[in-house]
T-cell receptor, first 114, second 113 residues
Framework: GAGVSQSPSNKVTEKGKDVELRCDPI?????LYWYRQRLGQGLEFLIY????????KSGLPSDRFSAERTGESVSTLTIQRTQQEDSAVYLC????????????FGPGTRLTVL | SQELEQSPQSLIVQEGKNLTINCTSS?????LYWYKQKYGEGLIFLMM?????EEKSHEKITAKLDEKKQQSSLHITASQPSHAGIYLC?????????????FGPGTSLSVIP
């Protein structure tokens, strides 16, 4: 596909369950970002992958959150033992480095923790 | 670390009116991005500014980066309902552009027909 894709588009889970969110970046984009957007709030940076460098995990809110990326392709964001405050839209973005830091965003995954 | 502030937090205007949204940084802006997020949809890139004093336009939206490169303004002329959404400014954390972009909290715009 031409753009960033994310799956699932919606996820409803029970408190305490683990969830896995997937992001497929644009082919050739070396940088990949995960953000969280709570209802009515701005983007909250979670984690950033750039090529083969160690990821910047400074935005992960707790050790229940982790993310992996295979080379310069798919990334998964895993939330363990979900809590109600984890409910949000999780957005993934990719950008082409070097050259431009314009980020292309996916449609997001809406996570609802009951 | 760099922080971005946006003002106003929300804005309601009558269709046809002009409006301005501001983005202010605590540090020098090396790359400033404006995005629009329509309610319930993803983010759309509007434009990028890099040089002090630079101004870019896209249709009825104009963005400018001030000479000191610490503030950017987004101006919409003759607003339309299609302009409604959340406007986010983002900035490169440093001049190498090899690092992450940080975002402001967003400005919610509503346009009343």
């Amino acid at each position: 596909g031409a753009g960033v894709s994310q799956s699932p588009s919606n996820k409803v889970t029970e408190k305490g369950k683990d969830v896995e969110l997937r992001c497929d970046p644009i082919s050739g984009h070396t940088a990949l970002y995960w953000y969280r957007q709570r209802l009515g709030q701005g983007l909250e940076f979670l984690i950033y992958f750039q090529g083969n460098s160690a990821p910047d995990k400074s935005g992960l809110p707790s050790d229940r959150f982790s993310a992996e990326r295979t080379g310069e392709s798919v990334s998964t964001l895993t939330i363990q033992r979900t809590q109600q405050e984890d409910s949000a839209v999780y957005l993934c973005a990719s950008s082409l480095i070097p050259g431009s830091n314009e980020q292309f965003f996916g449609p997001g995954t809406r996570l609802t923790v009951l | 670390s760099q922080e971005l502030e946006q003002s106003p937090q929300s804005l309601i205007v009558q269709e046809g009116k002009n409006l301005t949204i501001n983005c202010t940084s605590s540090k020098t802006l090396y790359g400033l991005y404006w995005y629009k997020q329509k309610y319930g949809e993803g983010l759309i890139f509007l434009m990028m500014l890099q040089k002090g004093g630079e101004e870019k336009s896209h249709e009825k939206i104009t963005a400018k980066l001030d000479e000191k490169k610490q503030q950017s303004s987004l101006h919409i002329t003759a607003s339309q309902p299609s302009h409604a959404g959340i406007y986010l400014c983002g900035a490169d954390e440093d001049e190498t552009s090899y690092d992450k972009v940080i975002f402001g909290p967003g400005t919610s715009l509503s346009v009343i027909p």
